[in-house]
């Protein structure tokens, strides 16, 4: 139905102002209206850093490794060879030294000779290691008796010995012996391997330090070896593996143990397992373990550094006094 009386409606258009015309997008993006840039080509030269020194370029690690390997490789080469030649010259040797050494009193000279200086340091007496004999110390001997002719001994143990204390005892007899035929209260003792464990058994369990001023060992296994397993069918072999009845005695108290000691061993020495179980290890010892570098188990007592090295050791008045005041030693090949 109609609405009666409403007027009808008219649009009435209202006129806008002028607005200002923009420019085309087209020419708002001309290359004019932006500020220049650097081409892509200067980038490298932007990002150049010319106040920073250029850096050494160091070696990568793989390298550094490779070149350590190769050094140990090289100087365990050069040991084994060696080793390999010294067996050989020492199994010519080995004849000579299976007889006992004959025991000589020292010669007294003519009451009208000239007195010359009492030379007052102890004899020398040298103890071979396992399945060895005297032979092994021609060199080493040598050098010891030109020092000012000091007198040196050697001493054979029985190759069928299998007990280290039943050796000792041994040790021990012929120490006072010794003592007895030169007139000195006290000797040095040079042991190579089991030679070095027994005369030590000698000086700290059976009351040997009266009678051993000093022990110089060399390549001995203070704290026994792992080496050769299949050896362990020896009984004293058995006595030298880590952990043996004769090692624990070793590990014992020994607070009036007046015996000093001078241990040499090598870093290349197969016949130690560890390498560092030939050093002593005993807070009661006064001790000084020495190491060698780039010679084996043979060479140790054949090796003219590490003569040298027991000449010194044997001609100091206090030897372990002294490794207390410098506790690294010394290397000495």
Not at 274 to 294: F, K, Y
Request: aromatic share 4%.
């Amino acid at each position: 139905m109609p609405v009666t009386g409403a007027r009808p409606f008219r649009f009435r258009g209202f006129p806008l102002p002028d607005l200002p015309t923009l420019p085309t997008l087209p020419a708002f993006l001309t290359p004019s209206a932006l500020p220049a840039l650097p081409p892509l080509s200067a980038l490298p030269a932007l990002l150049a850093l010319p106040s920073l020194p250029a850096l050494p370029r160091l070696p990568s690690l793989a390298a550094l490794h490779a070149k350590a390997a190769g050094r140990i490789s090289l100087a365990l080469l050069k040991s084994t060879a060696l080793e390999l030649a010294i067996l050989a010259g020492h199994l010519v040797l080995y004849p000579s030294g299976i007889a006992q050494e004959r025991r000589t009193a020292p010669v007294q000279p003519p009451p009208d000779a000239p007195r010359l200086p009492a030379d007052d340091r102890p004899p020398v007496l040298l103890l071979h290691g396992f399945i060895d004999n005297r032979s092994v110390f021609v060199l080493l001997r040598r050098a010891l008796a030109q020092d000012g002719g000091r007198r040196v001994e050697s001493l054979n143990y029985s190759p069928l010995t299998c007990d280290i204390p039943a050796a000792a005892e041994l040790l021990g007899r012929h120490v006072e012996e010794l003592c007895e035929r030169t007139g000195h209260r006290r000797v040095d003792i040079v042991g190579h391997s089991l030679g070095g464990l027994i005369a030590r058994y000698y000086a700290q369990r059976l009351g040997g330090d009266i009678r051993v001023r000093t022990l110089v060992t060399l390549g001995t296994p203070h704290a026994g070896t792992r080496v050769a397993p299949l050896a362990d069918a020896h009984p004293i072999v058995r006595q030298m593996r880590p952990g043996s009845a004769v090692i624990e005695e070793l590990r014992e108290p020994a607070p009036d143990c007046r015996t000093q000691f001078v241990s040499f061993w090598s870093d290349l020495d197969q016949i130690m397992d560890p390498r560092e179980t030939a050093c002593v290890d005993h807070p009661d010892l006064l001790a000084q373990n020495i190491r060698v570098t780039g010679i084996g188990h043979l060479a140790l007592p054949v090796h003219p550094a590490v003569a040298n090295g027991v000449r010194q050791a044997l001609d100091l008045t206090n030897p372990g006094t002294d490794a207390r005041q410098e506790p690294g030693g010394l290397t000495v090949a």
